[in-house]
């Protein structure tokens, strides 16, 4: 039996395949990523829903009318950034909250990616990963993928898009759920309606 290292083009090969499974900004634009109509509105649910602190990844899925119908939050392990892990890790939990849409000649639902992390709004190579992931993840799980957004104490961002906005950021506390999660509102008391059933409260 022979003991010994890799040959360091092995290495430099491994390292390069490893390098490659990221995308780049201009590459996520570019890849016809769909808008989200109403961003604050997504994030702020999910942040209310979830409360991600920085190193936490929340994958969503929403329907085409931007309703939330599966999500699942988790820690992101201390190892180098890799789309392909990322992109495992991202399945398993699609394939934990939602069916898959594989059957489907085009797929309906999309999934967004909201990620909690230190450092600044800036594309990072971890972001370049986790954009490697999710499309992959969102190919192998039959879903359109969607936004990937950043969570960072300077706010939200969603890259490849330029928009985003200061709060929630990485630090501040769970905002109410959006509108359309919230119970609709009480009866309005007061009116001739009001009045009416007063008076046959009173006479039971």
């Known amino acids: 039996m022979t003991f010994g290292f890799a040959p360091a083009s092995a290495a430099a090969s491994t390292s390069a395949a490893s ?19 109403n961003p604050r509105e997504v994030v702020s649910g999910l942040h209310a829903r979830h409360h991600p602190q920085p190193a936490t990844a929340v994958i969503a899925v929403l329907d085409p009318d931007e309703r939330l119908r599966a999500s699942a939050s988790f820690v992101r392990r201390t190892a180098p950034a890799d789309g392909w892990m990322f992109r495992n890790v991202l399945l398993a939990q699609l394939r934990r909250i939602i069916p898959h849409d594989l059957r489907r000649r085009t797929p309906v ?23 490697w992931g999710l499309r992959d993840a969102c190919t192998l799980h039959g879903l359109r993928c969607g936004a990937y957004i950043t969570l960072t104490r300077d706010g939200w ?10 709060r929630p950021h990485s630090a501040s506390a769970p ?30």
């Open 175 to 204: 905002e109410p759920f959006a509108t359309s999660e919230a119970p609709p509102p009480l009866p309005r008391t007061g009116g001739a309606a009001s009045e009416v059933l007063r008076r046959a409260a009173a006479a039971r």
């Open 19 to 37: 390098a490659n499974r990221m995308l780049e900004p201009a590459e996520w634009a570019a890849a016809g990523i769909p808008l989200l109509r």
């Open 157 to 166: 961002q969603v890259l490849g898009e330029g928009r985003g906005g200061r």
């Open 109 to 131: 639902r999309t999934a967004v990616l909201l990620y909690c992390r230190e450092g600044d709004a800036r594309w990072t190579e971890e972001d370049g990963a986790w954009m």
